[in-house]
């Protein structure tokens, strides 16, 4: 079982930078998968960026040179750094983790951390 809990949401204004926070349970290296993603009003939760267990790092194409995954601070850490937030950056993040458990790979959320971007 993996917890993962997020936060640094909030609001900012069009053309700012937020930093979100993900704090997992365990060590971030027997994580087969971990990252972002984000759900705004009604619309479907959509991949932000996740990093897997070779170092790979997937990003979104309209957050490529804007989003970018750091850390582990600690080896349970991971951070999500948003530079030129735009209104349409308005969602809830959610921390995502995948385990590799008895053969079989197990998914985690967290509870979501809520960004709104002015304009």
């Known amino acids: 079982q993996v917890q993962l809990v997020e936060s640094g949401g909030g609001l900012v204004r069009a053309g700012g930078s937020r930093r979100l926070s993900c704090e997992a349970s365990v060590n971030i290296s027997r994580l087969e998968v971990m990252g972002w993603y984000r759900q705004a009003p009604g619309k479907e939760r959509q991949l932000v960026a996740v990093?897997?267990?070779?170092?790979?790092?997937k990003y979104a194409e309209s957050m490529k040179g804007r989003f970018t995954l750091s850390g582990p601070n600690g080896k349970n850490t991971m951070y999500l750094e948003m530079n030129s937030l735009k209104p349409e950056d308005t969602a809830v993040y959610y921390c995502y983790a995948v385990q590799l458990t008895d053969s079989t790979n197990y998914e985690y959320w967290g509870q979501g951390t809520q960004v709104t971007v002015s304009s």
């Open positions: 990093i897997l267990g070779d170092g790979t790092e």
